[in-house]
């Protein structure tokens, strides 16, 4: 028995050597031990003060690390104030500081997704923002009542297989996919929270019966559901289907780890409401005792080395003035923005309603 | 045995994580209460609740019944035959436990998506696409592969106790082989079948990462595209509380199945074992079915993760593995195992020894966090830990609370079936020869349960260290794990990031299992050189093989 243990031990430890030996190595090896108490709380101490002390902005971020991770670092570099980050997913994040009330240790909040953005301002669990960050961002890419600011952009595009399709194949509005000639040939992820913040600007433009008709014609098609755009990207490359709604970022994810890859991004050549660019953005949590911090780091966001990190590392479309998009992703200026108010699509009890009652979920 | 006589100290800790591991429960039930009575039951009765209720429970079912159908002939080839590399096999089919469904699932889908990996190598005998896996079949399909091991260890457990000289019997009697299994061999399995089977329906009802890669609406997925979009509990929590009420039926069902299960009187210490039937020609059969099932359940998804590693390592992207993540993951999973296992030991001992009211409400509330999605345990801990326990919120403590929470019965069942066999004649004896009740516990009760106790701690520690939900919302703010990394690549498409941290978390969650489990196949061989057991070996109860007693 024991001996079992020793060789177990033995293992893990050799795996562990392993690891260190092909990961590239972090260095900083003193961040996990001091998130992880060693000693049993209430022991003799408050952990909490141990692990956060008072100048640490803890961020509660929906964005992954893998996304955001060397941007929040750089910022740290930059301007010496230590960050703690809690990485989820967009709507958990959200979920989480809404469920841990007002003992909730979040300074900042920085989701992907306008709707979640607009819940947490709706419970009134967001800061007011000061006027001079806001006006960075073009109106309609910030909350209207000033709580949260958009930091990047994430245009709505039709993905589609270049071996199947030309872009004078596709039409001129999304509102067209109803044809029957694009029957089994679409994907689409009903249940992703980017095409269901597109559906409640769809409800916004052409009103309710529109957005139904819409999403009734392209049931009619029997368009490919997926879980998420990744899938559909690679869907729509692999020709399982040969167009599909997504965000425009993930094609040039998938460039960067294979040039060959055969899809390409198409953009409404006219202000559509299929072309709807959301964002993803920041505010303050009202429990906030570090407001200055987190101011900081709000600013940083859409200063000019963060919005240049946006171009380059996210193929985000930058929000800010003078910073310009990556190779094949237009600006802000070359798309035609629908004009939409993210801050008026927070509706998306209603949009689930309709999705439900037509059958898409 | 001594039913009823229960130590009370065994019924107030039993009490107390009985109370503990209800507390999700709980808070479902208030935050369904919140939006009132009338509308919960308006939203539980409505057209597609009921739809929804139909279709999980129909996957569960075919998960349960495919698990087992596959589990109970492994278990005997492994066991009873003459199979060649018994050993190896008995190893490589409890392995695909330690697939996240998450990561497995995915596996499947671009291997065997309509145009999949498969599907392009079939590309030159001209077919164009594979039939659609998405949808009931592949949801079915994956969550069989990755939770059959559910059943597979119990049974063989089972399997190896049983006494040949029962079968033997039946055979003198005039039944043939066949006859005998279901007469006499299966009826004995039973209630490790549904042991095994209990876990694997449970699962089925929870997990979130097959049915939502495969595209199958069960209770968890609409869960959670209910709850993203409303950041509401409280339609959730009608429906987290119908899948209480589910696990309930399945609880009573199983109950009922367990039947009476004194295995301390089924047979002496000193059991003999079977001669190993000879498979003869029905070998290459056998062969061939192992080896399938090795192939898509194990081979398959680790040559795609392998795929994506060597990919990443061409692209010169980032491995994103390091020391301190393996560290942080066998830390925050170890405790967590050591935990459970300890919380484990009183519901367990109470529904052995026990019997009435207070064993059985507290077997049933222990089983109430496994069968809900991780995400609607993992809130409720939230509300509860920042405003109850709030030093301990966002501590690595909490999270070790919130795997006991959610893994308890994985140990409760390990300890109980080892207990099962400790006569409690032995316990009697050292106290008559003057042992005091907490000598007796040391000396006698702790060493013959203690199998169990690892086996248990095994098959948490696994489980713990593929658990994503709880892990990312209750942490220590910066904690990262190899699954909260394998999460943050693939959330974003980032797939060859993922590779290295996934395929150390699988062979990592596999190692203690992996030994576990070779362990008692040495111990087999060895016994089947000596038939005799010792004398010694028998009376001090080491002839129960640890393996026998996983769940």
New interface residues.
């Given amino acids: 028995m024991v001996r ?1 243990w020793k ?2 031990a033995a ?2 430890a050799m ?3 392993i ?2 030996g ?5 260095g900083d ?1 003193d ?2 031990d001091d ?3 060693t000693t ?3 022991a003799d101490d ?3 003060d141990d ?2 002390p008072d100048e640490t902005l ?1 961020v509660y971020s929906g964005r ?4 955001v991770g060397p941007l929040l670092e750089q910022f740290t570099a930059d301007t010496g104030i230590a960050v ?6 967009t ?2 994040m ?3 500081i ?4 007002d ?3 979040a300074d900042v909040y920085y989701g992907q997704d306008a709707g ?1 953005l607009g ?1 947490l301002s709706n ?1 009134g669990r967001l800061a007011e923002l000061d006027q001079g960050i806001l006006d960075l961002v073009p109106e309609g890419l910030r909350s209207p009542d000033g709580t949260w600011v958009g930091t990047s952009g994430r245009a709505r595009v039709v993905v589609y297989n270049t071996e199947a399709l030309t872009e004078a194949d596709l039409p001129a509005s999304i509102l067209d996919f109803t044809d029957p000639k694009w029957s089994g040939r679409m994907g689409w992820a009903p ?1 992703n ?1 980017s095409f ?1 913040a597109f559906v409640t600007a769809l409800r916004l433009v052409e009103g309710e019966d529109g957005a139904r008709a819409w999403l009734e014609g392209i049931m009619a098609n029997d368009p490919v ?3 998420n755009n ?2 559909i ?3 729509v490359a ?3 289907v040969e167009v599909g709604f997504v965000n425009h970022y ?1 094609l040039q ?2 460039l960067a ?1 294979d040039p060959d890859f055969t899809a390409a991004n198409y953009f409404f050549p006219s202000d559509d409401p299929g072309g709807l660019v959301n964002v993803a953005g920041a505010g303050i949590v009202d429990t906030s005792d570090d407001a200055e911090l987190a101011t900081n780091l709000i600013e940083y966001l859409l200063s000019y080395e963060a919005q240049m990190y946006f171009s380059g590392e996210t193929f985000e479309i930058p929000l800010v003035a003078d910073v310009d998009p990556a190779e094949g992703v237009p600006s802000l200026a070359d798309i035609n923005v629908p004009d939409i108010d993210l801050g008026a699509i927070d509706d ?2 209603g ?2 309603a309709l999705l ?1 009652d037509v059958g898409a ?1 | 045995m001594r039913r009823g006589r229960v130590p009370s100290l065994i019924t107030i800790l039993g009490l107390l994580v009985g109370a503990a591991a209800a507390l999700p429960l709980a808070y479902l039930v208030v935050r369904a209460t919140e939006i009132g009575w009338s509308r919960s039951f308006e939203i539980a009765t409505s057209e597609r609740a009921v739809r929804l209720l139909v279709d999980t429970s129909v996957l569960a079912l075919a998960v349960t019944a495919m698990s087992v159908a596959i589990a109970v002939p492994l278990a005997w080839l492994t066991v009873r035959t003459d199979l060649p590399g018994r050993r190896v096999w008995v190893v490589l089919t409890t392995l695909p436990l330690a697939i996240p469904t998450y990561v497995g699932g995915y596996t499947f889908v671009s291997a065997l998506g309509p145009k999949g990996l498969v599907q392009g190598w079939l590309e030159p005998l001209g077919v164009e696409r594979l039939p659609e896996i998405y949808g009931f079949r592949g949801a079915w399909l994956v969550l069989t592969l990755f939770s059959y091991p559910y059943v597979l260890l119990p049974v063989r457990a089972a399997m190896r106790r049983l006494d040949p000289s029962i079968e033997e019997a039946s055979r003198t009697l005039g039944r043939g082989r066949l006859a005998t299994f279901v007469r006499v061999v299966l009826p004995q399995l039973r209630p490790s079948i549904a042991a095994g089977a209990l876990l694997v329906a449970l699962y089925a009802l929870s997990d979130f990462g097959a049915v939502s890669l495969l595209r199958f609406d069960s209770f968890t997925r609409v869960i959670f595209v209910q709850y993203r979009a409303s950041f509401d509990l409280s339609i959730v929590s009608v429906y987290g509380l119908m899948l209480v009420a589910l696990t309930i039926v399945v609880l009573v069902f199983e109950q009922r199945t367990r039947g009476r299960e004194e295995f301390h009187r089924l047979h002496g210490s000193g059991a003999r074992r079977a001669a190993a039937v000879q498979l003869s020609s029905w070998r290459w059969v056998a062969l061939a079915a192992c080896t399938l099932l090795v192939l898509v359940a194990l081979v398959l998804p680790m040559s795609i993760i392998g795929y994506w590693l060597v990919r990443g390592i061409r692209a010169e992207e980032p491995l994103r593995l390091t020391t301190d993540l393996v560290l942080a993951s066998v830390k925050a999973s170890g405790l967590g195992a050591l935990v459970t296992a300890v919380a484990a030991w009183p519901v367990a001992a109470l529904s052995v020894r026990g019997s009435g009211f207070v064993p059985r409400l507290v077997e049933r509330l222990s089983w109430s966090g496994y069968a809900l999605p991780g995400v609607v345990v993992a809130l409720s801990l939230v509300f509860f830990g920042i405003r109850v326990v709030t030093p301990l919120y966002q501590t690595m403590w909490m999270l070790v609370f919130a795997y006991a929470v959610l893994f308890l019965p994985q140990a409760v069942g390990a300890i109980r079936s080892s207990m099962l066999q400790v006569t409690p004649s032995l316990e009697e004896a050292s106290r008559l020869l003057g042992a005091g009740p907490f000598a007796t516990f040391r000396r006698v009760t702790l060493p013959l349960v203690r199998p169990g106790v690892m086996a248990g701690a095994a098959l948490v520690f696994l489980t713990c260290m593929k658990e994503l939900p709880a892990t990312l919302l209750l942490a220590p703010t910066g904690y990262s794990t190899l699954a909260t990394q394998v999460y943050n690549a693939t959330v974003e498409g980032f797939f060859a990031r993922a590779a290295a941290p996934a395929l150390a978390l699988i062979v990592l969650s596999a190692l203690p299992m992996a030994l576990l489990v070779l362990r008692e196949t040495e111990r087999q061989d060895v016994d089947t050189e000596e038939p005799e057991p010792t004398q010694a070996e028998s009376s001090a109860g080491a002839a129960v093989p640890l393996d026998q007693t996983v769940i």
Avoid: H, K, W
């Fill in positions: 079992r060789l177990l293992m893990l795996f562990a050597l690891a260190a092909c990961g590239d190595d972090s090896s961040d996990n998130a992880a108490p049993l709380p209430g408050d952990p909490a692990e956060i803890v992954s690390e893998e996304l703690e980050v809690r990485y989820g997913d709507a958990q959200a979920s989480l809404l469920t841990e009330g003992n909730s240790p979640a819940a419970a249940t929270g269901q559901t997926y879980d990744i899938a990207v690679e869907a692999a020709g399982e993930y994810r998938f780890e998306l009890e949009t689930l439900t979920l």
